[in-house]
T-cell receptor, first 115, second 108 residues
């Protein structure tokens, strides 16, 4: 597709429920990133993939958060046993290359509300 | 992580130029300066980036100080559609961390 696609656009989960958020990056983009954005804040880095390899997961807030990109294209961010503090917009971005002079293309995000 | 400092908010009148400042006194020689903006209910959008020289594209211009410790994003004629949060970010390889950004309000 022309851009980064994320689904679902909105997700309401009951506390304790598991959720899975999907990201379809731009075809051919090597790098994929997940960010978490709380209301009124800038995006916070969660994790980074280069093709199928997860090279940095230092931003994942707890072991309840898990991300994968098994074939180097589509990625899924899974949150187990959701808590209210997990409520945020989850943004996915992809980049053609790995060098610092490549820009990122972001999706519109998935807004997760935990009730 | 190298950090950036931006004003929390700025206002501009429609059709006038806007200069959005960013300080990054701890920038290293390999850090690129990236600017993104985020419109309401959307993901961040790439605006422009540079290393040492000033850069121009169809959206904006980026002026980089000679010592690289500060930069300015220039919107030549602000429109109502430019109202957004603007983020100045130092990017080293695949490390790109956002701050709080500058919220730009454009008045008609």
């Amino acid at each position: 597709g022309a851009g980064v696609s994320q689904s679902p656009r909105y997700k309401v989960a009951k506390r304790g429920q598991d959720v899975a958020l999907r990201c379809d990056p731009i075809s051919g983009h090597v790098s994929l990133f997940w960010y978490q954005q709380a209301l009124g804040q800038g995006p916070e880095f969660l994790t980074y993939f280069q093709n199928e390899a997860q090279l940095d997961k230092s931003g994942l807030p707890s072991d309840r958060f898990f991300a994968e990109r098994p074939e180097g294209s589509v990625s899924t961010l899974k949150i187990q046993r959701t808590q209210q503090e997990d409520s945020a917009v989850y943004l996915c971005a992809s980049s053609l290359g790995t060098a610092s002079n490549y820009g990122y293309t972001f999706g519109s995000g998935t807004r997760l509300t935990v009730v | 992580d190298a950090k950036t400092t931006q004003p929390n908010s700025m206002e501009s009148n429609e059709e006038e130029p806007v200069h959005l400042p960013c300080n990054h006194s701890t920038i290293s020689g390999t850090d690129y300066i990236h600017w993104y903006r985020q419109l309401p209910s959307q993901g961040p959008e790439y605006v422009i980036h540079g290393l040492t020289s000033n850069v121009n594209n169809r959206m904006a211009s980026l002026a980089i100080a000679e010592d690289r410790k500060s930069s300015t994003l220039i919107l030549h004629r602000a429109t109502l559609r430019d109202a957004a949060v603007y983020y100045c970010i130092l990017r080293a390889n695949n490390d790109m961390r956002f701050g709080a950004g500058t919220r730009l309000t454009v008045k008609p």
